[in-house]
């Protein structure tokens, strides 16, 4: 940073270490110091919104009040440096590291599998570990809540929780526990019926080292003499555009306050922070009190309690819990529904950032807090140099009345709430896509006052969020209510006045508006029961209770610890100890993950002359560019260049993928150009200014109806048929039609796409660093682009923080992209995508529209099936012939129906390209038939599970593209799934639930899955090995494959180990390269493991047998005796190994072929419970029997399929993508696009691998990467029945049409009633939506 004058100094300690910044600038967050300037790459930026925890680091601050030093984590990514002085911060590397010391965390996450491609695991380690800091023996609730910020996208967060668990006081981690015995205590079970053994111990706890809570690290006594300084003065730090200010106390506040009146208070910066980065909000000066001691307090007084401004949400909770112990419950009401809402706003990062006068004040319109504090008639104390005041936090101060607000120069003290009383009942609503961590889609806060001893409402208010641009008040509608009575009547009067009063106009920003409008009333009902059911309780005789059938939809669904049993086939008693195979070996990279210490590109450090790259990407759909002004961008300080179209010295279009646009863009986020400075900032701030003039151009397609409509397509129809289907459709019972809609899924790895491209002095060679999956096509882009030939070209992979296909193809465009700047500013190029960019411009799953006609008979036998198929492929070729080539050919799963024909054709839009994606096509397509086969059943009164099995291939048979397979793997699947999990009992004893409840509902459902592995092309199977041996007897070995989180690595060493017969520490893997193993096929369609492990496989029984003579003449030697002497001998100790591939074929004009080598097959059950009135959903459990033949780590499989289960739950249920009609993305980070959190997972959560044989692959392996993705369609499935239940229940008995993901909305709105009857309905053709569906 270049030195400013009249800066303090600014003072804190990263692990233990003094830092001495002299010219702090209050534009640097802790990530980019600690990344960049202090080269701590532990830390890792994934979202820089505080959305995905990748970042958290442990902040500890001495408090000299108290003499306590307080542990709390922090999203490095929003807390200014400036805010840190005196603070020490604990980083990943300073809790432990391989070079000094593991710590228990690290190492029983490491050990416990609880890392994939480890992106998300230092920001794991670091909730845990600040959690144990202040609570030494947690609880197993604890660790979840501790865990509830952290995003991961691979592990699907059983095993992490898992880990969290071990150092629970008393082992949690069975849920047999409590029935005297524990599953983890048997080595071996005798599980299935043909009594294979069974294990369930994926890592032995033993090996664990003790977790010592005096051995951590002391607070920097240099930092506790800062901290009691009795001369401390106030602090200015001046950046280069901004000054920060710490006051020193109070009125030194105040003095800031009135001479910088528009200067904003940085407390947490949660609400700050984003703005300045995602909005460009600009401010010159900032004033932050964080610490001073006036604003942290509570005082507790007969009537109320005061809670200083300054305490985080965290603090506040505590606070409120303490209150909440201490005071008899009726004056509790308030406390208590903040306390709910405290436990799942944001994670426990941003909570412990968040202050409750940053809260207040800043006001979102989503606040969960501030709708429960008007409602309990909350005050906020103010201070200015004028004095103190008060001011009522109530409806005008929440919709920002100018009356009500506080002065520009007022500072809140304090928030003052009042206890509850006897006749007064206070609640909070929320519901949100997901349970934890994400905005509510509405809330509110509601409070009603009766006269004494009876239910004549003498005050009543109601607060809600997220209906409007701030939280609103129905003052109207509650002030017609006063002097009513509490009964049935006044609600519904309620109801309608209260939709009166709140409107939401139909195109309202957010969308969902006829859900919203819902909630409003739906809540209302919620707290109108709760006050029957208190009233109630106050007086039996008086006040009739709720009918009991209503009772469930009192509460929210708990969050409850996940748990579950993995089991899988035990090693064969009489395998070498030495040999690995079979084995659940932990990740070869996980202690580097948790440590810190594994590096991923932007990890790499700064190369001499790097520029940085950011993009100006399209705005519009379809347009003519008529003018790229860069004058703007090129005159700022920093920038080198701006590259555009022109400046590619090659193809700029290469098979239909464009690399700059070009006289025309065809969607929404095409890289127009791109900017390269000397920083990201810079290089964002000039991208900012490119001007770019567009003239639109018709037609602009977003939807596939309009695809169809325009003819628009990518490619020809694919087709299989079999049998005579119009014939059959004659002579059967029965016929439906229908239509399902699948909306699409963005890959949300946690690395985003990065690359950093190194031009070389000499021959024009360019070498690439980047995760990728597909490195010989980053190869052949980057050639075309730069004209070179491709052995002039180096693509690196070590490993990619995630992928999920998302890294097959893309990272060749944008490889072209960054190779272009560095051909042309002849300067490395490093190229991070941030959140935003990457899930604009890189787009995801397809999102499909299936027609299907079914003609069946009554007892639910399918003769006949038409389907068609319909994906939005995007504005460019990508994969999407491809993926629609899968899809069709997958189109059957697992049931056989004699006459089937299946159509597909991917249509051409103006969205982003996309691209593959885990399953490629399979989880879309597959809803389709599970779909029909739902709405048979409910034709033929059986239910879907007994219309699976009737139609289930049953035999050795063909399939319907004339593959022979047999079957038998997937009817013990089948079978298995259904009796395990006690699919009959449950299923009554659902039903009998659901009689029980009227609002709450639970669903069951299993799905059969047939899934295949590899390629239709045979060439796209083969994979190459390189293996050296070295003359101390190390081995290393290269392959085809890319480390992804897969696991793929870590088989592939015990491949080579058993091959070799060595111990697995002889055998390293480092990185995949293209000057090692050339023209490597994509690492994708789950055959990473079953290729390369040929490959090496071959490799080393090549060396295996060049070594045979030299070991049989001396039988007894060491291995590495062996080395030498062959040496001697010169016999050559290095090979490539082959694996030609798979002989598959597929034949697209016949319709027919042997298009896969193997099938995969799997069941998997889930049971849901439905909250009606709201849309929310809970997961309660899911049993999955997946087909793993041999398995060759278990931990690994076991992994994969948890992880890709969860990822498919995500794509089903709360996962969505939002567009506007004009094709933008809205969804372009963890705020609005929501995986899977711990809290999503299924409280329980069993795992079983079923052994069958697969003699054509390695070991007689199976391919389990992408398996699991449709199998969470058993919890789209469990949701339908749910709902279904609650249809029939209001006498809706016909078929309904379910779509993809089921997202409350949807669960809301199908589950029809009074209020979904009573809200006002927009007629379509007035108005035009906020976002629209592209399926
Ligand atoms: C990832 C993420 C998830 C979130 N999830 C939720 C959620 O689920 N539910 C929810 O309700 N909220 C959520 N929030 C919002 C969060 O609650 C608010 O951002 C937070 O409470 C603001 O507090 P702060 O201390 O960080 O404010 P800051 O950003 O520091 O300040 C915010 C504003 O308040 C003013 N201010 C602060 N303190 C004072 C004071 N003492 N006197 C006068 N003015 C003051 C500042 O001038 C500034 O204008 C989320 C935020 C993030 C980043
Ligand atoms: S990178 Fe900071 S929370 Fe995501
Ligand atoms: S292991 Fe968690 S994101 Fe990959």
Redesign the pocket.
Do not use: R, W
């Given at each position: 940073m270049p030195s400013l004058s009249n800066s303090d100094e600014l003072i804190f300690c990263v692990n233990g270490r003094k830092v001495i910044e002299k010219n702090a600038d209050p534009e640097v967050y802790l990530l980019f110091y600690l990344r960049k300037i202090l080269h701590l790459t532990g830390t890792k930026y994934s979202c820089g919104?505080?959305?995905c925890g990748a970042c958290t680091v442990m902040v500890s601050r001495y408090d000299p009040k108290t003499k306590k030093i307080h542990h709390y984590p922090v999203?490095a990514c929003?807390v200014p440096i400036c805010s840190l002085h005196g603070a020490a911060v604990t980083t990943v590397e300073g809790v432990g590291s391989i070079k000094t010391r593991i710590h228990p965390v690290q190492e029983r996450l490491a050990k416990c599998h609880g890392t994939q491609c480890g992106f998300c695991s230092p920001g794991m380690v670091m909730s845990i570990y600040t959690l144990l800091r202040n609570h030494p023996e947690p609880t197993p609730e604890q660790i979840t809540e501790a865990l509830g910020?952290n995003l991961c996208r691979c592990t699907g967060y059983r095993p992490i929780v898992e880990s969290g668990k071990t150092f629970c006081a008393e082992s949690t981690v069975c849920q047999m526990k409590g029935s005297g015995k524990c599953c983890m205590d048997q080595e071996e079970k005798s599980f299935t019926s043909r009594q294979e053994k069974m294990c369930t111990k994926l890592y032995n706890e033993d090996e664990f080292q003790p977790f010592d809570p005096t051995q951590e690290p002391i607070f920097p006594p240099e930092l506790i003499r800062m901290a009691e300084d009795p001369n401390k003065r106030r602090l200015t730090f001046r950046g280069k555009r901004t000054t920060w200010i710490t006051p020193v106390n109070l009125n030194d506040l105040l003095e800031l306050k009135t001479s910088f009146p528009e200067a904003?208070?940085?407390?947490?910066?949660?609400?700050?922070?984003?703005s300045i980065k995602f909005r460009d909000e600009f401010h010159p000066v900032f004033i932050s009190?964080l610490g001073l001691q006036e604003?942290y307090f509570v005082d507790s007084t007969d009537d109320g309690v005061t809670i200083g401004?300054?305490y985080?949400?965290a603090q506040l909770n505590d606070a409120l819990h303490f209150i909440v112990s201490e005071q008899p419950k009726e004056k509790t009401k308030t406390y208590h529904a903040l306390l709910k809402?405290l436990r799942?706003?944001?994670?426990a990062q941003?909570r412990n950032?968040?202050?409750?006068?940053?809260?207040?004040?800043?006001r979102?319109n989503?606040?969960?807090?501030?709708p429960i504090l008007a409602a309990g008639n909350a005050t906020i104390n103010l201070i200015s140099k004028e004095g103190k005041r008060q001011i009522p936090l109530d409806g005008r101060f929440l919709e920002k009345s100018p009356e009500a607000n506080?002065k520009s120069e007022?500072?809140?003290?304090s928030v003052y709430i009042p206890h509850s009383t006897q006749w007064h009942f206070v609640s909070g609503l929320r519901i949100?896509q997901r349970q934890e961590?994400?905005?509510?889609i509405v809330n509110a806060g509601m409070s009603v006052k009766f006269e004494d001893g009876t239910d004549t409402i003498k005050e009543l208010q109601m607060f809600y969020?997220s209906v409007g641009p701030t939280v609103v008040s129905a003052s109207k509608t509650c002030q017609q209510l006063i002097g009513r009575k509490w009964n049935d009547q006044m609600l519904s009067d309620a109801c309608r006045l209260v939709l009166d009063e709140i409107y939401i106009p139909p195109d309202a920003e957010g969308g969902m508006v006829e859900y919203r409008r819902t909630l409003i009333i739906s809540l209302l009902f919620k707290f109108y029961l709760k006050v029957r059911r208190g009233l109630n309780k106050m007086d039996p005789h008086k006040f009739p209770d709720i009918p009991e059938k209503f009772v469930s939809a009192l509460e929210d669904f708990p969050i409850e610890t996940p748990q579950g049993i993995q089991m899988f086939q035990c090693v064969d008693p009489h395998q070498p100890l030495q040999d690995p195979v079979g084995h659940p070996v932990m990740h070869q990279s996980a202690i580097k993950h948790t440590t810190g210490e594994a590096v991923f590109v932007d990890d790499m450090p700064p190369i001499s002359q790097e520029l940085f790259l950011a993009v100006v990407t399209s705005t519009r759909a379809h347009a003519k560019i008529i003018l790229i002004d860069t004058s703007a961008a090129l005159a700022l300080p920093g920038v080198v260049d701006v590259i555009t179209a022109e400046d590619v010295p090659g193809d700029n279009s290469y098979q239909g993928e464009i690399f700059y646009a070009q006289n025309e863009v065809i969607c929404v986020g095409q890289i127009v150009c791109t900017v390269a400075a000397d920083t990201y900032a810079h290089a964002k701030e000039a991208a900012k200014k490119v001007r770019i003039v567009y003239e639109d151009l018709e037609p602009r397609i977003i939807t596939i109806e309009q695809a169809l409509e325009h003819n628009s397509f990518l490619s020809a129809e694919k087709k299989i048929e079999q049998g005579d289907v119009e014939q059959a459709f004659k002579y059967v019972d029965q016929i439906i039609e229908g239509k399902v809609h699948v909306e699409g899924q963005e890959h949300f790895y946690m690395e985003t796409q990065t690359i950093l491209a190194i031009p070389q002095e000499e021959d024009k060679e360019m070498v690439l660093h980047l995760g990728t999956q597909f490195q010989t096509h980053v190869q052949e882009y980057v050639a075309a682009a730069l004209n070179i030939p491709r052995n002039r070209i180096a693509c690196h992979t070590k490993r990619a923080g995630g992928a999920f296909g998302g890294k097959v193809s893309k990272p060749a465009l944008l490889g072209a992209v960054s190779a272009v700047a560095a051909k042309k500013t002849g300067h490395p190029i490093r190229f991070i995508l941030e959140r935003g960019d990457d899930m604009l411009i890189t787009a995801g799953r397809h999102p499909l529209l299936g027609k299907y006609k079914i003609g069946f008979m009554n007892n639910g036998v399918i003769k006949a099936a038409d389907i068609e198929y319909y994906i939005n492929g995007g504005c460019s070729p990508d994969e999407s012939e491809l993926v629609m080539e899968f899809m069709v050919l997958r189109s059957e799963n697992a049931y056989y129906i004699p006459n089937f024909r299946c159509r597909g054709r991917p249509c051409k839009t103006n969205l982003p390209s996309n691209t593959a994606f885990r399953g490629f096509g399979f989880p879309q397509g597959i809803v389709v038939g599970e779909a029909y086969i739902t709405a048979v059943a409910s034709q033929c009164d059986l239910t879907p599970e007994q219309v699976k099995e009737i139609n289930m291939y049953k035999r050795n048979s063909r399939t319907a593209h004339k593959q022979t397979f047999n079957p038998e793997p997937l009817r013990r699947c089948w079978k298995e799934c259904l009796e395990k999990s006690s699919f009959s009992a449950r299923k009554l004893a659902a039903e009998e639930f659901n009689k029980k409840n009227y609002w709450k509902k639970r669903g069951l459902a299993a799905v059969p899955m047939k899934f295949t592995v590899g390629m239709p092309t045979a060439f796209y199977n083969q994979a190459a090995a390189l293996v050296h041996i070295y003359l101390d007897g190390s081995v290393l070995v290269s392959h085809s494959g890319c480390e992804l989180g897969q696991g793929l690595h870590t088989k592939m060493i015990q491949v080579a180990s058993r091959e070799l017969n060595i111990p697995e520490s002889y055998i390293h893997l480092s990185e995949t390269n293209t000057t090692t193993v050339s023209n490597a096929t994509f690492t994708a369609g789950s055959m990473g493991a079953d290729i390369n492990g040929k490959a090496v496989q071959n490799a080393c029984q090549i060396l295996k047998a060049r070594l045979e003579p030299v070991i049989r003449k001396n039988p007894r030697g060491t291995w590495e005796a062996w080395i030498s002497e062959a040496y001697k001998e010169s016999i050559s100790l290095s090979t490539t190994g082959y694996f030609k591939g798979y002989q598959t074929n597929m034949d697209w004009k016949k319709g027919e072929g042997n298009a896969f080598p193997y099938f995969v097959y799997g069941a998997s059950c889930s049971e849901v419970e439905v909250d009606c009135l709201t849309g929310a959903h809970k997961l309660l459990r899911t049993d999955i029997f997946m087909d793993a033949a041999f398995s060759i780590n278990p931990a690994v499989d076991i992994g994969q399929i948890e992880g890709a289960f969860v990822q498919g739950m995500g794509f089903y249920t709360i996962e969505e993508l939002k567009y506007s009609p004009e094709g933008v993305l809205y969804s372009r980070g963890?705020?609005d696009y929501k995986i899977p959190t711990v809290t999503e997972i299924p409280e329980e959560f069993n795992v079983t691998l079923v052994c069958s044989q697969n003699p054509i692959a390695i070991y007689s392996s199976k391919g389990l990467g992408e398996a699991g993705m449709f199998l969470g369609s058993s919890v789209l499935f469990a949701i339908y029945d749910a709902v279904a239940a609650a249809r029939r229940e209001r006498g809706l008995t016909k078929t309904f049409t379910l779509s993809s993901p089921a997202t409350p909305e949807l669960i809301r709105m199908t589950c029809v009633d009074q209020f979904t009857d009573m809200i006002p309905r927009d007629d379509p053709s007035t108005f035009t939506p906020w976002s629209i569906h592209v399926s």
């Open positions: 919104s505080g959305g999203t929003l910020g904003p208070i940085i407390m947490g910066n949660t609400a700050v922070g984003p009190p604003l401004a300054g985080s949400l809402h799942t706003l944001a994670g941003i950032m968040a202050t409750l006068g940053g809260h207040v004040v800043s979102p989503y606040s969960d807090l501030n506080l007022e500072t809140v003290l949100a961590n994400a905005f509510a969020g963890p705020d």
